[in-house]
């Protein structure tokens, strides 16, 4: 088992940036996938970055060349770095991890992307 919490979310100007944190409760170096997901009211839930343990990264396309996932296994932690925000990238963020293929989530950190 993993907890899971996000942290970073906030209030940001279209083009700005926001750097999200997810800290887990114990050692990340094991767990091979860790995952950004996001929800916007009305719509579903949906993947935008994830990382395995090997440092690989897959990305949606709409965040490509703007968004960057890392993962820190001696902190315990995964960033989701955000650049040139959009109004289109509001939405809850949701920390995502998988262990013998059972998930966990967080319990999300707002984004509002607005002027």
């Known amino acids: 088992q993993v907890q899971l919490a996000e942290s970073g979310g906030g209030l940001v100007q279209p083009g700005g940036s926001l750097r999200l944190s997810c800290a887990a409760s114990?050692?990340?170096?094991?767990?091979?996938?860790m995952g950004w997901y996001r929800q916007a009211p009305g719509k579903q839930r949906e993947l935008v970055a994830s990382?395995?343990?090997?440092?690989?990264?897959n990305y949606t396309d709409s965040v490509k060349g703007r968004f960057t996932i890392s993962r820190d296994n001696a902190k315990n932690t995964v960033y989701l770095q955000m650049n040139n925000l959009k109004p289109e990238d509001t939405a809850v963020y949701y920390c995502?991890?998988?262990?013998?293929?059972?998930?966990?989530w967080g319990q999300g950190t707002q984004v509002t992307v607005s002027a």
């Open positions: 995502n991890s998988r262990i013998a293929v059972i998930p966990y």
């Open positions: 114990r050692s990340i170096a094991s767990i091979n996938y």
């Open positions: 990382i395995t343990s090997g440092g690989s990264t």
